[in-house]
T-cell receptor
Framework: GAVVSQHPSRVICKSGTSVKIECRSL??????MFWYRQFPKQSLMLMATSNEGSKATYEQGVEKDKFLINHASLTLSTLTVTSAHPEDSSFYIC??????????FGPGTRLLVL | QKEVEQDPGPLSVPEGAIVSLNCTYSNSAFQYFMWYRQYSRKGPELLMYTYSSGNKEDGRFTAQVDKSSKYISLFIRDSQPSDSATYLCAMSAGTQGGSEKLVFGKGTKLTVNP
C-alpha cells in the first residue's frame, strides 16, 4: 500500500514556540493531503485540507493563522503550529489521497507543549 | 445528533471469537465507507473500503453496509490477539467518486485475550 511518513514522531516544546511537522508521501504523488488532530480517547478531527500549490482549506473553528499549512510539492505538506500552548498538545496525523478513493495515513506526531 | 456514532467500548473477547463492530450515521449523502485499525500511538491503517451498500470480504474481515438503515458493520472471524487495537469507522460523501473529507467515528477499542 501507499506509504506516508511524518516527522518528527514526537516533539516537546515550550509554550510560545513554533513547531513544524512534515508529512511526506513516499511512493506516490499526492495532490491532496489532510491534517487531523486526535485528542486522547477521541476520534480524528479534520483540521484542514491541503492542495498542492494552493491555499489550504480550514475546517470551522480551526485558526488558519495559528496552524500554517504549506503544500509546496506533490510529496510534501507541512503543518506549523505557531505560538504553541499547552492546549495544542495533541496527536497530529496527516493523510494523503491516492487516486480518487482512499486516504492513507501517516504514523502521527505527538506534540507536547509545556 | 452526531454525524457518525460508534460505541467506544471497550470490547474484550477471547481468542477465536467472532467480533462485530458497528457504526450508525445520519448523513444520507455518505457513499464511501471505510474501516481503519489504529494501534496505540500510531496512525490509522486502512482495513476495508466499501462503496454504497453491500458486503465485502477480505480474509477474516467482512464489511457490511446497509444504507437504508444507515448502519455499517465490521466482522472479524477467528479473532487473534494481534487484532487488539482501536477500530475506527469513517465515511464520506465523496466528490465525483473521491473520498475527501472523511468523517470518523470515535473508535471502538478491542482487546482479544489469548
Amino acid at each position: 500500500g501507499a506509504v506516508v511518513s511524518q516527522h518528527p514522531s514526537r516533539v516537546i516544546c515550550k509554550s510560545g514556540t513554533s513547531v513544524k511537522i512534515e508529512c511526506r508521501s513516499l511512493d506516490f504523488q499526492a495532490t491532496t493531503m489532510f491534517w487531523y488532530r486526535q485528542f486522547p480517547k477521541q476520534s480524528l478531527m479534520l483540521m484542514a485540507t491541503s492542495n498542492e500549490g494552493s491555499k489550504a482549506t480550514y475546517e470551522q473553528g480551526v485558526e488558519k493563522d495559528k496552524f500554517l499549512i504549506n503544500h509546496a510539492s506533490l510529496t510534501l505538506s507541512t503543518l506549523t503550529v505557531t505560538s504553541a500552548h499547552p492546549e495544542d498538545s495533541s496527536f497530529y496525523i496527516c493523510s494523503a489521497i491516492v487516486g480518487a478513493e482512499t486516504q492513507y495515513f501517516g504514523p502521527g506526531t505527538r506534540l507536547l507543549v509545556l | 445528533q452526531k454525524e457518525v456514532e460508534q460505541d467506544p467500548g471497550p470490547l474484550s473477547v477471547p481468542e477465536g471469537a467472532i467480533v462485530s463492530l458497528n457504526c450508525t450515521y445520519s448523513n444520507s449523502a455518505f457513499q464511501y465507507f471505510m474501516w481503519y485499525r489504529q494501534y496505540s500511538r500510531k496512525g490509522p491503517e486502512l482495513l476495508m473500503y466499501t462503496y454504497s451498500s453491500g458486503n465485502k470480504e477480505d480474509g477474516r474481515f467482512t464489511a457490511q453496509v446497509d444504507k437504508s438503515s444507515k448502519y455499517i458493520s465490521l466482522f472479524i472471524r477467528d479473532s487473534q490477539p494481534s487484532d487488539s487495537a482501536t477500530y475506527l469507522c469513517a465515511m464520506s460523501a465523496g466528490t465525483q467518486g473521491g473520498s475527501e473529507k472523511l468523517v470518523f467515528g470515535k473508535g471502538t477499542k478491542l482487546t482479544v485475550n489469548p
